[in-house]
């Protein structure tokens, strides 16, 4: 009976920091080894060489799978050779790692205007604008890709439906 309050306080004091933790993001050093390949592949990728920049970024991923940088790099590779999708896949997984990340947000929603998902987008330009309260580079260039998009007449509403012409058929004995 005499040690009933100092066990519930002591109890109540394990309970609220053990979950302090829960449901954010763990956070770890990136490998100085990862972070160097990431280095080479940039000064690579902006000599042009986009297919030696790629293999060096995946070398850094192998290295340590948990570098964000890595991962934005090969989505910006990914949107230079014209492939949106793989560039939001690649910027999805550096928003996995921190999804407050503000440049991958950026770049995942101008790939996602490449695509012409405007709209998730726009979804993505809110969350940069809710967590960068000053003015963001990042805010202003996904604006710009928007505001561009939307100039863009839609050519797949513009399409005119062609009915095919069937020749007749004649039959030969």
Same mark, same amino acid.
């Given at each position: 009976? &005499?040690?009933?309050?100092?066990?519930?306080?002591?109890?109540?004091?394990?309970?609220?920091?053990?979950?302090?933790?829960?449901?954010?993001?763990?956070?770890?050093?990136?490998?100085? *080894?990862?972070? *160097?390949?990431?280095?080479? !592949?940039?000064?690579?990728?902006?000599?042009?060489?986009?297919?030696?920049?790629?293999?060096?970024?995946?070398?850094?991923?192998?290295? %340590?799978? !948990?570098? &964000? @940088?890595?991962?934005?790099?090969?989505?910006?590779?990914?949107?230079?050779?014209?492939?949106?999708?793989?560039?939001? &896949?690649?910027?999805?997984?550096?928003?996995?790692? %921190?999804?407050? %990340?503000? +440049?991958?947000?950026? !770049?995942? !929603?101008?790939?996602?205007?490449?695509?012409?998902?405007?709209?998730?987008?726009?979804?993505?330009?809110?969350?940069?604008?809710?967590?960068?309260?000053?003015?963001?580079?990042?805010?202003?260039?996904?604006? @710009? +890709?928007?505001?561009?998009?939307?100039?863009?007449?839609?050519?797949?509403?513009?399409?005119?439906?062609?009915?095919? @012409?069937?020749?007749?058929?004649?039959?030969?004995?």
């Amino acid at each position: 009976m &005499r040690f009933t309050p100092a066990a519930v306080a002591l109890s109540l004091l394990f309970a609220t920091v053990s979950s302090t933790g829960i449901g954010q993001p763990v956070r770890y050093a990136v490998n100085p *080894a990862s972070q *160097a390949l990431v280095d080479e !592949g940039s000064s690579v990728q902006q000599a042009g060489k986009l297919d030696e920049a790629i293999g060096l970024y995946e070398a850094a991923l192998a290295v %340590d799978p !948990g570098n &964000r @940088t890595a991962y934005i790099a090969l989505a910006q590779v990914a949107s230079a050779q014209g492939l949106p999708g793989k560039a939001i &896949r690649f910027y999805r997984e550096a928003l996995r790692l %921190d999804p407050n %990340d503000v +440049a991958a947000l950026a !770049g995942q !929603g101008e790939a996602m205007v490449q695509r012409g998902a405007v709209e998730k987008a726009r979804r993505n330009l809110v969350r940069i604008e809710a967590i960068c309260t000053t003015g963001c580079t990042e805010t202003n260039r996904l604006i @710009t +890709a928007i505001d561009q998009a939307a100039a863009k007449p839609v050519l797949s509403a513009e399409a005119v439906a062609s009915t095919p @012409t069937v020749a007749p058929v004649t039959e030969q004995p």
